[in-house]
């Protein structure tokens, strides 16, 4: 069980705009530390999305944004597209734990 | 280009120790901030977090493996390196290094993986 927690699955329709929660505590979430967001296309390894706000890396659409709200993070993607569907796992630093961790990851379905 | 390569046994009886090794091309775990991280992935399941080793020879385990985890660097070879010891059949499970997005020996992203090194522990 992690100790970042995210919904088992999302699903939206092309087009629309959906958010991924991932909810920790004030040792993690909760500090100054940034949340990382991964997508991981079926078969495939893990890609680095974004962190923070908008710290994309070259190459990631702007339809990918996130924000922090108190102990959560969360992900949002807009214009949704059939090639968005994928796992997407949340990631932060422990102050506590002195520990990278991941949540349990979310399966985003396009209908 | 920063990338990373594992390499290792892709089969493993209970009881032994995992080595894998992390091959490092496009920067140094010299550098100041420099990191490598190591986490693995069951079938299936989440991505877990296991190791990482800074520039400066710090190292962070995760609090429920830390017993059973060893990460060491050879800066000479640009490598890092994995030991696990006592594997089970639920260690089985993808191994990635990665490289860690960072200037200190605190948080940050993993922003480049290597391809992963499938190990499947049995008898």
């Known amino acids: 069980q992690s100790v970042l927690t995210q919904p088992p699955s999302v699903s939206g329709a092309p087009g629309q705009r959906i958010t991924i929660s991932c909810t920790g505590s004030?040792?993690?979430?909760?500090?100054?530390?940034?949340v990382h967001w991964y997508q991981q296309l079926p078969g495939t390894t893990p890609k680095y999305l974004i962190s923070g706000n908008s710290n994309r890396p070259s190459g990631v659409p702007d339809r990918f944004s996130g924000f922090k709200s108190g102990t959560s993070g969360f992900l949002a993607i807009t214009g949704l597209q059939p090639e968005d569907e994928a796992d997407y796992y949340c990631q932060c630093y422990d102050v506590s734990l002195s520990a990278w961790l991941f949540g349990g990851g979310t399966k985003l379905t396009v209908l | 280009q920063i990338t990373l390569k594992e390499s290792g046994p892709t089969l493993v009886k209970p009881t032994q120790t995992l080595t894998l090794t992390c091959a490092l091309s496009?920067?140094?775990?010299?550098?100041?901030?420099?990191?490598v991280g190591w986490i693995r992935q069951p079938p299936g399941k989440a991505l877990e977090w296991l190791a990482l080793?800074?520039?400066?020879?710090?190292?962070r385990y995760s609090p429920s493996l830390k017993r059973r985890v060893t990460i060491t660097k050879d800066t000479s070879k640009n490598r890092v390196v994995l030991s696990m010891t006592n594997m089970d059949p639920v260690d089985t499970a993808t191994y990635y290094c990665?490289?860690?997005?960072?200037?200190?020996?605190?948080?940050?992203?993993?922003?480049?993986w290597g391809q992963g090194a499938m190990v499947t522990v049995s008898s």
């Open positions: 496009g920067f140094s775990l010299s550098t100041r901030g420099a990191g």
């Open positions: 004030y040792s993690n979430i909760g500090t100054h530390f940034d």
């Open positions: 080793i800074f520039w400066n020879d710090s190292e």
């Open positions: 990665a490289h860690r997005l960072g200037d200190d020996d605190a948080g940050g992203a993993f922003d480049i």
